[in-house]
């Protein structure tokens, strides 16, 4: 194995803790001279040489850190297999990938090498190669590391589709429990609030996202959503993601004990109420009704399902019921409301539950909530069985 491809194989596996997805850009393209275009439905399939479907390649810049991150392999104590790649050698191995058809994409990463500043600069060499030496115009994520200037931030801004920045921790005390050199507001409150300012100014069609790992310290569910929703409504987020912590050897908490399941759970029921929130406009108030007294989301119950037994509007008349409460009915979605209002336009009614699940709608879970004709299931010892 040459050193450009033990490079490859070490950092594209130092990556695999990044959540990333493929998401649209609404960039236009007009230049005939390229390579790679940003479709609207996203980042394209493509297949590796072992046959798994990728989308992107995904890989540090370096896993040189200078962070002592307690969760993180990368982390300042840990000084096995350190590698980084030149600017060069990135954009070819890219490039080299891409015109396989391996990858769609881009998704860089790094850790922090000497300083944010070093580090981007590398960074930036790299990606300028990629756009205007080999002229590439498709789908680049790029992920800014905490610490990043303003000016540098606007550099990568200006090449990427898509920019994020790992929160990682709800606030300054609970990433002071797990990294004794970051500042919360100055490394990753501050970038964010850059990036924020340049997307106003028209950089990055498609905006930025975060990542939160979930189980690292003692942090309630509560303490997540609510920077979350603090980050909607004064960034400009798209979204977050979320990432059980999973103990990782090599780092000192690898022999923390907390079964992996537990917040396996917690991330998914933590992704649900985003998109209660996000696409489903239920206000946050709603959101923290249904958690418990330590502020983390029951994980017997779906959230959507524990919202909808507080809510009083129910059972609705599915044929009366307008888009917004149709979401509110556990097992009906934005497909099947839509379908639902649709009918109505061209002047037809739902006459039965056959009806519905025609439509789309999980009858198991909606039945309790909703009449069609004047009926109703009268229990939910159905749903619960």
Known sequence: MG???RKIEILGDASKFDVCASMASPRTVSSENRIGNPD?????HAFAPDGRCISLFKVLMTNHCIYDCKYCVNNSNNAKNKVMFEPVELARAFMGLYIRNY???????????RSATDTAEKMIEALDLIRNKYHFRGYIHVKILPGTSKSHIKQIM???DRVSLNVELPSSCRLSEVSSMKNFNTDIIRCQKFIYHYIKEGLLPAGQTTQFIVGTTGESDHEIVERLHWEYQN?????????????IKGTPLESKKIPEIYHRKRENFLYRVDWLYRRYNYEIKNI???MDEKGMIPLNIDPKVSLALKDDIFPI????????ELLRVPGIGEVSSKRIINLRRVNKKIENYKDLQRLGVVLKRAKSFITVNGQRQTSLKEFYR
Not at 40 to 44: D, P, Q, S, V
Request: hydrophobic share 45%; glycine share 8%; net charge negative.
């Open 3 to 5: 050193a450009l491809e």
């Open 40 to 44: 609207k439905i996203g980042i394209c």
């Open 103 to 113: 990858v769609e994409g881009l998704f860089l990463s790094s850790g922090v090498w």
């Open 158 to 160: 200006k090449i990427a």
């Open 235 to 247: 960034l400009d987020l798209r979204r977050g993601y979320f990432s059980a912590f999973t103990p």
């Open 288 to 290: 923290y009704s249904i």
């Open 317 to 324: 008349d599915v044929n009366e019921a307008s888009f917004d």
